[in-house]
């Protein structure tokens, strides 16, 4: 509402204009935006994946608070690290490919945690304008699964090994020599059963099995 008065010839008040707009529609529209925004904070939030947006220099304008999940950092140490090169590495993409493109997907990376832990990522990158950002990128953790797609590639040529092996010897061995890429232990041995002695005699180790506990001595199975 305005108010407004209006004076005769004398300057005296001899009536008051009160003129009315209809706001409702921009209250309505400025309501759905706080619950968009409000929506879309939330969504953010608490998706998997971590959603940071650059400028075409690198630098941040917008990071997801939840890259805690995956890099250990707050949304400000992120922005102390530098640009999304000094998070995610030189080369990620091709520009020219991005442009012609739009988008890219599923590019994997590693990437360093605060902790110092290493993280496989899955990477899509897309043209954007918001604001001064142009460059959006979505991050989704894949390392267990990576792990696990390696451990089973492991198993796999482990069991080609085998077809191969002639004695209990080698394919003790190859069960070392894998074990590192299956289950992540540097440390391990294989114990064949001696029927008649009623032993566990070590067959294979590996070295760090050795180096931290000396030489493997042979086991009674009655303890």
Known sequence: LSVRPVENERGDIVSIVVEGVDITERVDLERNL???????????????????????????????????????????????LGTINDLLGEDLFDREELAEDGVLKNIETTATDKAGREHTLLVNVREVSIQDGTLLFSCREITKRKQREEALATLHETARDFLYAETHQEIAQHVVDDTPGVL???????????????????TAHSTTLTDLNGPLPTVHADG
């Open 184 to 202: 992540n232990l540097d440390a391990s041995a294989v114990y064949l059963f001696d029927g008649e002695a009623n032993t566990l005699r070590p």
């Open 34 to 80: 706080r619950q968009s925004e409000e929506l879309h904070r939330v969504t953010l939030n608490n998706m998997t994946d971590t959603v940071l947006i650059t400028d075409e220099d690198g630098e941040y304008t917008y990071v997801c608070p939840n890259a805690h999940f995956i890099f250990g950092y707050t949304v400000d140490e992120i922005r102390g």
